[in-house]
């Protein structure tokens, strides 16, 4: 079943964003970025990018990800192509 809003994709983020940065108990909110976020730099990103597309069985294409500033943003863009699929 697809998410049906972003606070049930945000939900979902929270244990690969712990998984994929070593930090247990780690909390993303929607505006969360890596400038704010520990252990988030480009690998850590790659690994990010790679789980959401696993969990949620989509792909995405890296015109979309080079607008994306917040996980907010990448909330917004998992819940339109999961809910597109």
Known sequence: MPPRNPDTVLA??????QEALAIPGLVVTR????NNTRNW????HISLIE???HH????????ELQDLKEVGDLVDL?????NNA
């Not at 505006?31 to 890596?34: F, P, R, W």
């Open 56 to 63: 949620f069985k989509i792909r995405f294409g890296l015109s």
């Open 12 to 17: 979902d983020f929270q244990p690969i964003f």
């Open 78 to 82: 998992t819940l339109k192509k999961a």
């Open 31 to 34: 505006q969360s970025n890596a």
């Open 41 to 44: 730099d480009s690998l850590a």
């Open 51 to 53: 789980m959401i597309e």
